[in-house]
C-alpha cells in the first residue's frame, strides 16, 4: 500500500486575519498535490511509511505540515504578545529571561524530621521552592495511630498528625522567602491552618506567607480518589479556603486545579485539559455562588498539568490551556483584571510513564518530559526520579531529577526567547486542534449537567477507563513502543538503590503524637472542637474554627471526625 496519509486534510482558503496571503496558498495546494503525485509515491514505493504515527493520546499526525494547516490562524486573536492576551505564548513577557521557573521537587518520607533533612539537602543542591508530599495516613485524615493506618507509615510521603510534626517538618527553613507547595486535598483544610499557625510561631505572619495549596477535591472523584466527604460539603471546604486566602492571605494559590492526577489514571492530554478546566469553572462558580468577585480570587487559581512523553503533544496543551482559560475567564465570567485571564500553572513529568525494567532509561523520559513543560511555558516545574517506579526517590535520584532541570535552564539555550517553537506550522494546528476537542468535552460536561452530575453518573470515570484501556491495547498490540517493556528488553537484575521507611520513625512519630496528647489543654482541645462541629452544623467558614483547633493541637484525626461526624463519608457509586 503505497498511500497511508488517510488524515491529512486541506482547510478551506482563509484570506481575511490570517497571516497568510490567498494567492500564496492556492499556489501551495498545487504544489503539495504535485508533491504528494510525484515525490512522496516515488519514496513510498522504495521505503513504505510506518503504521499507526501518531500522539501519545492516540490522535493521527499528518505528513507534514504546512500554511494549509493554519490558514484560520488570526496571529493577534489566536497568539498575541507574551504576556498579553490570549497567553498563548506565555503569561509572563520575558518569561526565562528574567528568570528560570520554580524549581520545586517534590518531596516527603517517613518522619518530618526525615523530610525537613530532604528539604534543606534539596535547597542547598539549587531548588527554588518546597513541595510537600504526605502519607497515605495524613491523605485520608487519620492520625498515625489509626488501625487503619497500619503498614502506611511515610511510604509515599511525610506523615503529619498534629501542629507539632508540622513544626519539625518546617524547623530553620526561610518560610519568608520561599514558596511552599502543599499536595493535600480532602483534609487540605487542616493541614493549611497547621502550616500557617507553625509559621506565626516562628515569626512569620500569614500575611506574607507565599505557596500553593493543592485543595482540589473534584479531581478526587474523578480519578485519584482520596476523597472522604459528598461532593456538596467538600467544595464547601475548598471554598472556604478560596474566601478566607482571598481576604487574609494575597501571596497565597488556595487552590491547585490538578490534570496530573486525571492524566495519571489513564486520560488523553485532551481529557486531562478539559477535565480540569471543567473543574476550574466548577470553583469558580461556586465561589461567585458564596458571594466573591471573578477578580478578587480568580488571579489567585493556579493550575497543575502532567506531562507526558509526546514532547509536541504536550506543548500544544499548554498552550491551549492557557489560550482557552483566558477566553474563558473575559468573556463567560467577565474579568477584568488581565490577571484573573492568566493560566499560571506548576508541572509535574509524568509517574506513569516510569518504568521499572531498565529504570536508567527514566533519566531520558524525565529530561523529554521537562523540556516540553519549559517549552510549554510552565511556571514551576517537578522532575520525577528515575527509582520512583520501584520506592520513594533516594538522595542520588532526586538530585539528577533536580540537575536535570538545571541543566535544561543553564546549558540548552531554551531560555534564551519566549515560545521558541510558537509559530511552527505543526505546533500552532496542533495547539488549535487540542483546544477545539477540549471546548467540544467542556460543551458535553455542560450538556450533562455539570461536573457533579458527571461525577455522580460516571461520565468522567467511563472517559478515563476507555482511553487507559485503548492505550493498554494499543502497548500489547505493538502498535506503540515502550523501550525495556515491549520492546528492546534485556534480561537484567534491577541494582537501583532504593529508599527504605524503618518502623523507628513511626515508633517515634507516635511517641510525639502520645506525648501532644498528654501535654495539651484538654479543656481547650475539647471546647474549640466543640465549636468546630457547631460552625460546620451552619454555613459560616470553617476557617477560622480550624485554625483555633489546630492552635489548642487537636490532631488532625480528631478534626477530621468532627467533619466526618457532620458530613458522613462518601461512596462512590458502581460505573459500568
Known amino acids: 500500500m503505497l498511500e497511508q496519509e488517510s488524515t491529512e486534510t486541506t482547510q478551506p482558503l482563509v484570506e481575511q486575519g490570517t497571516l497568510f496571503a490567498k494567492e500564496e496558498l492556492e499556489r501551495l495546494t498545487v504544489k503539495r498535490a504535485q508533491w504528494k503525485e510525484t515525490t512522496v509515491k516515488q519514496s513510498l514505493e522504495r521505503i513504505p511509511e510506518r503504521d499507526n504515527l501518531m500522539t501519545t493520546s492516540s490522535v493521527p499526525i499528518n505528513r507534514v505540515y504546512t500554511p494549509e494547516d493554519n490558514v484560520a490562524l488570526d496571529y493577534s486573536r489566536d497568539l498575541g504578545l507574551p504576556g498579553e492576551y490570549p497567553y498563548t505564548r506565555a503569561v509572563q513577557p520575558t518569561m526565562y529571561r528574567a528568570k528560570p521557573w520554580t524549581m520545586r521537587m517534590f518531596a516527603g518520607f517517613g518522619t518530618a524530621e526525615d523530610t525537613n533533612a530532604r528539604f534543606k539537602y534539596l535547597l542547598q543542591q539549587g531548588q527554588t521552592g518546597l513541595s510537600t508530599a504526605f502519607d497515605m495516613v495524613t491523605l485520608y485524615g487519620y492520625d498515625t495511630d489509626h488501625p487503619l493506618a497500619a503498614g502506611e507509615f ?54 506574607k506567607l507565599g505557596g500553593t495549596l493543592q485543595n482540589d477535591i473534584l479531581k478526587e472523584y474523578i480519578a485519584q480518589k482520596e476523597f472522604l466527604f459528598p461532593p456538596e460539603p467538600s467544595m464547601r471546604l475548598v471554598v472556604d479556603t478560596i474566601e478566607f486566602g482571598t481576604r487574609r492571605m494575597p501571596r497565597w494559590n488556595t487552590i491547585s486545579i490538578s490534570g496530573y492526577h486525571i492524566r495519571e489514571a ?24 458564596r458571594g466573591l468577585k471573578i477578580d478578587e480570587f480568580a488571579p489567585r487559581l493556579s493550575f497543575f498539568f502532567d506531562v507526558h512523553n509526546d514532547f509536541f503533544e504536550e506543548i500544544a496543551k499548554f498552550r491551549a490551556g492557557r489560550r482557552l482559560w483566558s477566553r474563558l475567564m473575559r468573556e463567560r465570567y467577565g474579568a477584568k483584571d488581565p490577571r484573573s485571564w492568566m493560566m499560571r500553572c506548576h508541572a509535574q513529568t509524568a509517574g506513569v ?76 494546528a496542533l495547539t488549535d486542534q487540542t483546544e477545539h476537542a477540549a471546548v467540544t468535552y467542556l460543551e458535553k460536561i455542560d450538556a450533562l449537567g455539570g461536573v457533579l452530575s458527571c461525577i455522580q453518573n460516571g461520565f468522567f470515570q467511563r472517559e478515563i477507563a476507555e482511553s487507559a484501556y485503548r492505550y493498554q491495547q494499543e502497548i500489547d498490540e505493538h502498535k506503540r513502543t515502550i523501550v525495556g517493556v515491549n520492546d528492546y528488553q534485556v534480561e537484567e537484575e534491577i541494582k537501583v538503590p532504593t ?22 489543654d484538654q479543656v481547650q482541645v475539647r471546647h474549640t472542637l466543640d465549636h468546630l462541629r457547631h460552625v460546620c452544623e451552619g454555613t459560616e467558614n470553617t476557617m477560622p474554627a480550624i485554625l483555633d483547633a489546630v492552635r ?19 461512596m462512590e457509586p458502581a460505573v459500568f
Open 154 to 207: 511515610g511510604k509515599c510521603g511525610v506523615a503529619v498528625s498534629s501542629l507539632a510534626d508540622m513544626e519539625i517538618l518546617f524547623a530553620d527553613l526561610p518560610l519568608d522567602k520561599i514558596t511552599t507547595s502543599m499536595t493535600i486535598n480532602s483534609p487540605a483544610a487542616v493541614i493549611w491552618p497547621m502550616y500557617i499557625v507553625n509559621a506565626e510561631k516562628c515569626g512569620f505572619p500569614m500575611e
Open 266 to 289: 489513564g486520560a488523553t492530554a485532551v481529557q486531562e485539559l478539559a477535565f480540569t478546566i471543567a473543574n476550574g469553572l466548577a470553583y469558580v462558580d461556586a465561589a461567585l455562588k
Open 353 to 428: 510513564s516510569l518504568t521499572a525494567q531498565q529504570p536508567d532509561n527514566n533519566v531520558v523520559r524525565t529530561t523529554i518530559q521537562a523540556l516540553a513543560a519549559v517549552l510549554g511555558g510552565t511556571n514551576s516545574l517537578h522532575t520525577n526520579s528515575l527509582d520512583e517506579a520501584l520506592a520513594l526517590p533516594t538522595e542520588k535520584a532526586a538530585l539528577i531529577a533536580l540537575r536535570t532541570q538545571q541543566i535544561i535552564a543553564s546549558e540548552s539555550g531554551v531560555v534564551n526567547t519566549v515560545d521558541p517553537l510558537g509559530g511552527s506550522y505543526f505546533l500552532e
Open 499 to 520: 529508599l527504605y521507611v524503618d518502623y523507628e520513625g513511626q515508633r517515634a512519630h507516635i511517641e510525639r503524637l502520645n506525648r501532644v496528647r498528654r501535654e495539651r
Open 552 to 570: 489548642a493541637y487537636a490532631t488532625l484525626g480528631e478534626i477530621i471526625d468532627v467533619f466526618r461526624s457532620v458530613f458522613g463519608e462518601y
